[in-house]
């Protein structure tokens, strides 16, 4: 299996395409329009294709000073445990370290937790942990 990664945004298309394979987009669905506004606050962006198919995805949102956030890290599921996140995310974090910003934060996944603290990411302290609001 050859993989190409690209440092450029997907079409929005094929990128709806992939993140419906992971349920986020139940109940909200991600249109068209919404997915390419969406992209279009990428800060860096690692596409992975097998030919001309989408099969991986990883992106920076942030601000290129302070911070970055990783987000929307997907590998088609026929392609996963092939090292493929894993490269996406390498990638995305080398680009944050030549910014050299003050952090990089994820939202880890329920079930991720082995695969990012095997890239070296580390959970919050229960006194200072991440917090969000659903809206
Ligand atoms: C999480 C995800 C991106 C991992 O991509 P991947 O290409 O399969 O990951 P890799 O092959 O690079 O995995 C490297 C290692 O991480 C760990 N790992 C990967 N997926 C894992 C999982 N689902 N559960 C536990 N550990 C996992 C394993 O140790 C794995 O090594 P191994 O295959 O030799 O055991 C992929 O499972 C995915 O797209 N899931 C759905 C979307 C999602 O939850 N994204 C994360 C958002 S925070």
């Known amino acids: 299996m050859s993989i190409a990664y690209r440092p450029t945004l997907p ?3 094929a990128f709806r395409a992939l993140f419906a394979t992971t349920g986020w987009d139940a109940g909200r669905p991600l249109t068209p ?3 390419a506004a969406a992209l279009a606050g990428t800060r860096h962006a690692v596409a992975a294709y097998d030919g001309d198919r989408l ?3 990883g992106r920076v949102i942030g601000d290129g000073v ?3 956030l990783l987000a929307d890290v997907i590998v088609d599921p026929a392609y996963q445990r092939a090292g493929i996140g894993s490269e996406i995310v390498g990638r995305l974090v080398e680009h944050c ?3 050299a910003v003050m952090d990089v ?3 880890c996944a329920r079930g991720k937790r082995p695969f990012y603290e095997r890239l070296g990411f580390l959970a919050r302290d229960d006194e200072a942990p991440g917090m ?3 809206v």
Do not use: D, K, S
Request: charged share 35%.
């Open 33 to 35: 329009e919404r997915a």
């Open 66 to 68: 302070l911070h970055a």
């Open 55 to 57: 099969v991986g995805f």
């Open 97 to 99: 370290r030549q910014e």
């Open 132 to 134: 969000e609001l659903g």
């Open 105 to 107: 934060q994820l939202f």
């Open 11 to 13: 079409r929005p298309e």
